[in-house]
């Protein structure tokens, strides 16, 4: 899989979303919405209101990441909404594999995130039930937080299991990405990087894009050459 970027909007102005999708509509793969509860994090972002309103307005597909307590509950309707990919948490899903079919039978790609303390092992098994795996790089819950490289050893361990499940599915990091961590997440075997205040804390949403695509591509090359 090529290098995908992912900005998430966590960081952008949020009464100027549409504006802020427009500014990296050319240069981005997707656009990440943190959806937050205020109960599996402590955060609360937005809903699918503002998802409905944005896909109105963006021609990204919208890469939406529940951080939310019950997404059996509300994950389908996200993808009902036309959400290209929706992401659940496996701490919080009581029905995971159930659920997962629901986004893909509703069109959209699905997505299983874990969280820095939750290792990728015991959910092998649910490889054939999802488009991508999300290992999150920080706690979940706030922009802006340093880069957890203690994740990087689950990363790696993560593609080797997508390796040898056989099948395409995509190995997103989120949290702390940034020109200076990016090269450790594509080097440990991740293809879709989200980046929220490397991205929209920029002056140049759209220049920092790049800056980060070059940066993964690089760190790709970088690894292929040293086997
Ligand atoms: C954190 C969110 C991330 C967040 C990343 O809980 O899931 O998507 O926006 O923000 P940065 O890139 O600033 O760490
Ligand atoms: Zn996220």
Not at 143 to 163: E, N, S, Y
Request: overall charge negative; charged content about 20%.
């Amino acid at each position: 899989m090529t290098v995908q970027i992912s900005p998430s909007v966590l960081a952008a102005d949020f009464a100027r979303l549409a504006e802020e999708a427009a500014a990296v509509a050319d240069v981005a793969d997707w656009l990440h919405i943190d959806v937050m509860d205020g109960h599996f994090v402590p955060n609360l972002t937005i809903g699918l209101p503002v998802v409905n309103a944005l896909l109105k307005h963006t021609r990204l597909p919208l890469d939406c990441h529940l951080m939310i307590a019950d997404p059996d509950r509300w994950a389908p309707a996200y993808a009902e909404a036309g959400a290209r990919n929706v992401t659940i948490h496996a701490e919080a899903a009581g029905a995971p594999v159930r659920t997962l079919r629901m986004i893909r039978s509703a069109g959209s790609r699905a997505g299983l995130g874990i969280n820095p303390g939750t290792a990728i092992e015991p959910y092998a098994d649910l490889l054939p039930e999802v488009d991508m795996v999300l290992v999150m790089t920080v706690e979940p819950g706030f922009g802006g937080q340093p880069f957890l490289d203690l994740v990087l050893d689950k990363v790696r361990r993560t593609r080797q299991l997508i390796a040898r499940h056989g099948g395409e599915v995509w190995l997103q990091v989120d949290g702390g990405v940034t020109e200076e961590t990016i090269g450790r997440c594509a080097e440990a075997g991740a293809d879709v990087f989200v980046a929220g205040t490397a991205v929209f804390g920029a002056t140049e949403p759209a220049a920092a894009v790049r800056v980060l695509r070059s940066a993964a591509d690089a760190a790709r090359r970088r690894a292929a050459e040293h086997g």
